[in-house]
C-alpha cells in the first residue's frame, strides 16, 4: 500500500511535468495548425537555462520559476518570428521542417553552451524527504505537482475569463473569423507561442532537477506530448492534460507490475487501439486536420 | 571551449607541411547526439597525446564529429584518409559506427584505436582495429568478483539498460556470476528513457537481495541511486562504468553516493600513481574538466601509436604491426593484443564514501584473460 501510494506520487508529479509540455504544444497547435516539433527541446533548454542561472541566483527553483518563464516566452516570441510567421502562407510541412530545425539549433547549442553531460538544476523548495507514515516522498515531487497545478490553473482562467484568452481561443478556433471581428490575430499567434513556450521552459525547470537534463532529452518529451494530446483529444486542452498525467501513471503503473519495455510497448498498443476504436481521443478533436 | 580552441588550433597548425614522418592522426569521434559526453571524452585523451607526444614528434591531426550516424563515421574517415598519409586514427566508440568503418579501415589499411565496449567489433577477423578499454568480458568479470569475493554477496539484483550496451553487461555478469556459483535473485532492463525507476527498484528489492548491481547509462545510474538514496536503500550498490565518470557523481548530492561502487578500468580523478596525477591536471589545464576512464583509455592508446612510430614506424602498416605485437605500459594498465585487437585486461573498482565525488580506489584486477606478458 505504501508502495502503491508512493508509486502514485511519483507518477502525478511525472504527468504534471508532462501536461505542461502537452498543453504548451496544444497551444500553438489550435492557434497555428502547425505541430510545433521543437516543443521538447524548448523542455530541455528551459532546464539548461535554470542550470546557468542556478549559480547566478543561489536561490530555490520556486525563485528562478518567474525568470524562466519570461526568458522562455521571449523564446518563444523569436521562434514564432523566425520559424512560423515567415512560412505560415506556406503548406504546413514547411513549419514542421523549421520547427524540427529550430529543435537541432537548440540541441548543439546547449551540447556547445554546457556540454553533453547530464546537469541537474536547483530543486523548487528542497531536496528532502517527506515522511508521511512509512512513505517517502521527496519534496520535489509535490513541489512539482503544485507549481504545475498552479500554472495549468493559471493558463485555465486567462483563457476562460479574460478578454485576451477570449482573443486567443477566437484566433485558436477561427482565425479568418476572428481577424473579421477584429481580433489582432498575428499577435496572438505571437502571445500564444509565448505562453506556449513559458509552459515548456516551466516543465524543463521541474523536470531537470529529479530527472537531470542533457542536451538530448528534448526528443523522448516531444513524443510524449504527441501521445498526449493523440490520446486526450487532437487539440483539446484539458485532453492534453489528463492524457499527459495518463501516460506517466500508465508507464509508472504498467513498469511497478511487469517492466519498463512491457510498459513502453503497451502504451504504444494502447495508442493504435484509441486510434482505431476512438479516432477523436478521450475529449473530442478540436481541430479539423491531424498533423 | 575557451580553452579548447587553442589546443585545436595548435593541432591543426601541426597539420600544415611540418607534419612528423609524414604521418597524421586524425580523430573521430562522436561530438554531437547520444554518446557526445563519452566521444568529447575520447577527443579530448586524444588530443593531450598527441600534444603531449614524445620529444622530437609533431603530431598532426584532425577532428572530425561523426555523430550518431554509420553513414557520418564512414565518410569522416574517407574524408581523413584523402587528407594524405594517416598513421592511425582515434576512431568512434560508438559500435555501430565502428561496425560501418571497419570494411573500409580494412580497405584503406588504417589502424583504428578506440575505446569502443561494443564487443563484436574485435570479432569481424578485422587486423585494423585497436581496443584500448576493457570489454565486459574483463570488467563484468572484475564487478561480479568484486560482488562475491570481497563483498560475500550471493543474492544480487541486477538491473541493466535495454541498450546493446546494457543486454552485453548483462550476458557478461550472467555469465561471470554464474561461473562463481551465483545466481542473481532479480534482472530487468529499463530503457533510457525510463524518467522513473522506483517501479524497478521496488520490484528488485522485494526479491530480497543482499546486493544491488547496476549497469546503466550515466543519467540512469543516478537516478536510480537518487531514488534509492531517498527510499532509504540499506544494502550496497555496485555500479557499471558509467557510475566513475566524473560528470554522474556530480549530479548526486555526496551522501546520496554512501556505499555506492563501481566498476571501471580506470578512474583518473581518484589518482594511483604521479603519472596518473599529472596526465589528471593536464586535462583540467587544456579541457576544464576532470577526466574519465575513456579520455585516460584513448590517451594510452594514441601514446602507443606515438611510441610506435617513434621507433620507426613508417606507415599505418607499420602502426598496426607495432600495436598487433607489442606491448605498452600506460597510464591504466598494460595493454597487449591477444590477436584479436582486445588491448585493455585489466578493471578497477573504486568506491565512494558518502563524503565527497571523488572515488578510492579499492580493488584492482590486473591482466583478467592472461593475454598479458
Not at chain 1, 502537452?22 to 528551459?46: E, I, K, R
Not at chain 1, 518570428?81 to 514547411?94: F, I, M, T
Not at chain 2, 598494460?334 to 564514501?353: L, R
Amino acid at each position: 500500500m505504501e508502495t502503491a501510494f508512493q508509486l502514485l506520487v511519483n507518477g502525478l508529479a511525472l504527468g504534471a511535468a508532462y501536461a505542461l509540455v502537452a498543453l504548451g504544444f496544444v497551444l500553438v497547435l489550435n492557434a497555428t495548425s502547425a505541430v510545433n516539433f521543437a516543443q521538447g527541446d524548448l523542455v530541455m533548454a528551459g532546464g539548461m537555462l535554470a542550470v546557468a542561472l542556478a549559480p547566478l541566483i543561489p536561490l530555490p527553483g520556486l525563485v528562478l520559476l518567474p525568470v524562466i518563464l519570461l526568458v522562455m516566452a521571449g523564446l518563444g516570441l523569436l521562434l514564432a518570428l523566425v520559424a512560423y510567421l515567415p512560412l505560415r502562407n506556406r503548406p504546413p510541412v514547411s513549419v514542421f521542417i523549421s520547427t524540427i530545425a529550430v529543435g537541432i539549433i537548440l540541441q548543439n547549442g546547449a551540447a556547445v553552451l554546457f556540454g553533453p553531460e547530464p546537469r541537474v538544476a536547483p530543486p523548487l523548495l528542497g531536496d528532502g524527504v517527506l515522511r508521511l507514515g512509512g512513505v517517502a516522498v521527496p519534496e520535489q515531487s509535490v513541489a512539482i505537482i503544485l507549481v504545475a497545478g498552479l500554472l495549468i490553473g493559471a493558463q485555465h482562467m486567462i483563457f476562460a475569463h479574460t478578454q485576451l484568452g477570449r482573443r486567443l481561443r477566437a484566433t485558436a478556433q477561427d482565425p479568418e473569423m476572428a481577424r473579421a471581428c477584429g481580433v489582432p490575430v498575428t499577435r496572438m499567434i505571437l502571445v500564444t507561442f509565448a505562453i506556449g513556450t513559458a509552459c515548456a521552459g516551466a516543465a524543463g525547470l521541474l523536470l531537470a532537477n529529479r530527472y537531470f537534463v542533457t542536451p538530448t532529452a528534448g526528443g523522448d518529451l516531444i513524443l510524449k506530448a504527441y501521445i498526449a494530446v493523440t490520446v486526450g483529444g487532437w487539440g483539446s486542452v484539458p485532453g492534453a492534460v489528463v492524457g499527459a498525467l495518463l501516460i506517466a501513471l500508465f508507464e509508472v503503473g504498467v513498469s511497478s507490475v511487469f517492466s519498463y519495455p512491457v510498459a513502453l510497448g503497451a502504451l504504444y498498443g494502447v495508442l493504435l487501439l484509441i486510434l482505431m476504436v476512438r479516432p477523436q481521443g478521450l475529449f473530442g478533436e478540436a481541430v479539423r486536420r491531424r498533423a | 571551449m575557451r580553452r579548447l580552441i587553442p589546443l585545436l588550433v595548435g593541432l591543426l597548425a601541426a597539420a600544415g607541411p611540418a607534419r612528423a614522418d609524414g604521418l597524421s592522426f586524425p580523430v573521430l569521434v562522436p561530438l554531437t547526439g547520444f554518446l557526445s559526453l563519452e566521444g568529447t571524452s575520447q577527443r579530448n585523451g586524444a588530443l593531450l597525446a598527441l600534444k603531449e607526444a614524445p620529444a622530437g614528434l609533431v603530431a598532426a591531426s584532425e577532428v572530425i564529429d561523426t555523430g550518431t550516424s554509420p553513414e557520418a563515421a564512414v565518410t569522416g574517415l574517407e574524408r581523413a584518409a584523402g587528407g594524405g598519409p594517416v598513421g592511425a586514427v582515434a576512431a568512434s566508440m560508438l559500435g555501430t559506427q565502428m561496425l560501418a568503418m571497419l570494411p573500409l579501415a580494412a580497405e584503406l589499411k588504417l589502424p583504428l584505436v578506440t575505446v569502443s565496449g561494443t564487443a563484436s567489433i574485435t570479432e569481424q577477423g578485422n587486423p585494423w582495429v585497436f581496443r584500448f578499454f576493457p570489454g565486459d568480458a574483463v570488467t563484468k568479470t572484475a564487478h561480479a568478483r568484486y560482488v562475491v569475493e570481497e563483498l560475500k554477496k550471493t543474492r544480487p539484483a541486477v538491473i541493466y539498460q535495454t541498450t546493446a550496451y546494457g543486454q552485453s553487461g548483462k550476458t557478461h555478469l550472467e555469465a561471470a556470476f554464474r561461473a562463481l556459483g551465483v545466481n542473481p535473485v532479480f534482472q530487468e532492463g529499463v530503457d533510457p528513457a525510463a524518467k522513473d525507476l522506483l517501479p524497478v527498484l521496488t520490484k528488485a528489492l522485494s526479491a530480497n537481495p543482499d546486493v544491488l548491481v547496476l549497469h546503466l547509462h550515466a543519467g540512469p545510474t543516478a537516478l536510480l541511486l537518487r531514488q534509492a538514496a531517498t527510499s532509504g536503500l540499506k544494502i550496497p550498490v555496485v555500479a557499471g562504468s558509467a557510475m566513475h565518470q566524473p560528470s554522474t557523481a556530480a549530479l548526486l548530492d555526496p551522501a546520496e553516493l554512501k556505499g555506492v561502487c563501481a566498476e571501471t578500468a580506470a578512474s583518473p580523478v581518484s589518482g594511483g600513481s604521479p603519472a596518473v596525477a599529472a596526465f589528471t591536471e593536464s586535462y583540467r589545464a587544456a579541457f576544464g574538466k576532470e577526466p574519465d576512464a575513456f579520455a585516460l583509455g584513448q590517451y594510452d592508446g594514441m601514446r602507443m601509436v606515438l611510441a610506435a612510430v617513434q621507433a620507426g614506424a613508417k606507415s599505418a602498416d607499420d602502426v598496426r604491426k607495432a600495436l598487433a605485437a607489442g606491448r605498452h605500459d600506460g597510464l591504466a594498465m598494460s595493454y597487449a593484443s591477444d590477436g584479436k585487437g582486445n588491448m585493455a585486461h585489466s578493471a578497477v573498482i573504486v568506491c565512494y564514501d558518502g563524503k565527497t565525488r571523488i572515488p578510492a580506489l579499492v580493488k584492482r584486477y590486473d591482466n583478467v584473460t592472461g593475454v598479458v606478458k
